[in-house]
């Protein structure tokens, strides 16, 4: 009965959608639900099993950069064999990301001039796929 609707909650005739459990999975919800990724990121096997035990993603892992992307962008990331393994929200730009791939973290300073993050994608903006 639309005229009392807390007595329809009372009596069981209504339907409840839990919320989300934290901020955290409706940001990695979002990200799964992105369907513009603006590049993508090939990383290497040790890079996979870091991702895989929930670790960010270093510029040491990545073999190839693709696409034209800013700093925030979200990026698909790619084993190897061309799978999709996960989504993600990139540090630095595309022109950036290729000239750290394969780097040592602690090396990113003197070859941008700058000191950035030390990873190409943070643990938290991160999703895992398959």
Known sequence: NKKFPLQNIKKNNSTWFHAVKSPKSSRKQWLLNHLHPSGTVTIDQGALKAIENNKSLLPTGVVEIKGCFNRGDVISILSIQNVKVGIGVI??????????????????KDILGYEGRDELIHKDDLVKVN
């Open 91 to 108: 540090a630095y730009d595309s022109k950036e990301s290729k000239k750290i791939i394969g780097k040592n973290s602690k090396d990113i």
